[in-house]
């Protein structure tokens, strides 16, 4: 049974462009939440994803946005990249009967110059 | 203002030598408190959920207690594949509305 998975793992940007990040849910999991967690610190909630629609949402600007397709497998979008962006970025999965259990992938760092 | 709140934010600790960790929360319509383990470079790993006050969790060195502000991580003799960052994190709000908080975490190593 496939865990959670990310995509890329690794990434390096530069200042204004905008990148695409991508994460399959572990099996049987219908909601997804994406994290920001930078060096040192806990993770900070950016939005969660459910049938398809945006649930919830932290205090992110609206450069970052997010997709959920059928399959449950979600996309985070960031655009007008600033160096303050660079943290890895984990997606986290769950499920209705257990909504704070959460299951994580390993992470996208992004490192933006 | 919501937080979570964990210390210290770093513990040194020799092998064997039992130690806690705490999380405090400050939270409306709390719903369950739940504990992760996270190694560098990889992604939180789910250990406990707490979710009234007085219960009690325990796998191997570990165990999770919770009472109506704060809980503790008590780690009982410890060894060195312990050494990690470990999280707490607080589901609250009600209906429609819940979010889950993460703390800073406890940059925990132990020394051979």
């Known amino acids: 049974d496939a865990g959670v998975t990310q995509s890329p793992t690794h990434l390096i940007k530069t200042r204004g462009q905008q990148v695409t990040l991508r994460c399959s849910p572990k099996?049987?999991?219908?909601?997804v939440s994406w994290y920001q967690q930078a060096l040192g610190q806990g993770p900070q909630f950016i939005f969660q994803?459910?049938?398809?629609?945006?649930?919830q949402r932290g205090n992110f600007p609206d450069r970052f946005s997010g997709h959920q397709f059928p399959n449950y497998s979600s996309e985070l979008n960031v655009n007008a990249l600033l160096l303050g962006d660079s943290a890895l970025y984990l997606c986290?999965?769950?499920?209705?009967?257990?909504?704070?259990?959460?299951?994580f992938g390993s992470g996208t760092q992004l490192s933006v110059l | 203002e919501d937080q979570v709140t964990q210390s210290p934010e770093a513990l040194r600790l020799q092998e064997g030598e039992s130690s806690s960790l705490n999380c405090s929360y400050t939270?409306?319509?709390?719903?369950?408190l739940f504990w992760y383990r996270q190694d560098p470079g990889k992604g939180p790993e789910f250990l406990f959920t707490?979710?009234?006050?007085?219960e009690e969790k325990e796998k191997e060195r570990l165990k999770a207690t919770l009472t109506k502000k704060e809980s503790f991580l008590h780690i009982t003799a410890p060894k060195p594949e312990d050494s990690a960052t470990y999280l707490c994190?607080?589901?609250w709000g009600s209906g429609g509305y819940q979010k889950v908080t993460f703390g800073t975490g406890t940059k925990l190593q132990v020394i051979p």
């Open positions: 939270v409306s319509g709390l719903r369950g």
């Open positions: 994190a607080v589901q």
């Open positions: 986290a999965s769950s499920s209705g009967t257990a909504p704070g259990k959460l299951f």
């Open positions: 707490l979710y009234s006050a007085g």
């Open positions: 099996s049987g999991h219908d909601t």
């Open positions: 994803y459910y049938e398809e629609e945006e649930r």
